[in-house]
């Protein structure tokens, strides 16, 4: 009896640590700043397929909107952002191969998203421009990948 009376109260411990680590990741929105500057960053770009020549190529970017009324969509669920499950901040931006066409400014908006680890923007088109010295503002940025940009 005292087998089967301990397996219930392991049961009862592991079923309401598990509902409780389970709610907090579903509660991870981005920052209004954030998302803001997403939004930015996005509008700086015109979008264009021969920007991008990998196969597979597709503009990631256009699956951001702005949420509409008491729509509490995130920027953690758009597509090619990582959020950070317990801040909410981003910390990966993964714009591959998604036909982005235009310039990267110094003063863009992607330059605010400070939590950044991990940035790709490989196989896009950023018309010859340099690559802008803010990039050095990622405190925390471990990856990076600008190959085929036409920088």
């Not at 509409?68 to 669920?77: K, V």
């Not at 950070?84 to 235009?102: A, F, P, Q």
Request: hydrophobic fraction near 35%; aromatic fraction near 12%; charged fraction near 15%.
């Amino acid at each position: 009896m005292m087998g089967l009376s301990h397996c219930l109260l392991l049961f009862f411990i592991f079923f309401f640590k598990g509902c409780n680590t389970s709610t907090s990741h579903e509660l991870s929105y981005c920052h209004d700043e954030e998302s803001s500057a997403l939004l930015q960053f996005k509008q700086s770009f015109t979008i264009d397929a021969s920007a991008s020549g990998l196969e597979g190529a597709y503009p990631k970017v256009l699956s951001w909107k702005q949420a509409q009324g008491g729509n509490n969509t995130s920027c953690c669920t758009w597509d090619g952002v990582e959020c950070d499950e317990h801040t909410g901040h981003v910390i990966g931006l993964d714009l591959r191969s998604s036909c982005l066409y235009g310039s990267i400014h110094s003063n863009s908006s992607l330059f605010s998203l400070v939590h950044l680890q991990r940035l790709n923007l490989a196989d896009n088109h950023f018309n010859y421009s340099q690559i802008p010295t803010s990039i050095r503002n990622f405190p925390r940025l471990t990856h990076l990948d600008l190959s085929a940009s036409v920088f």
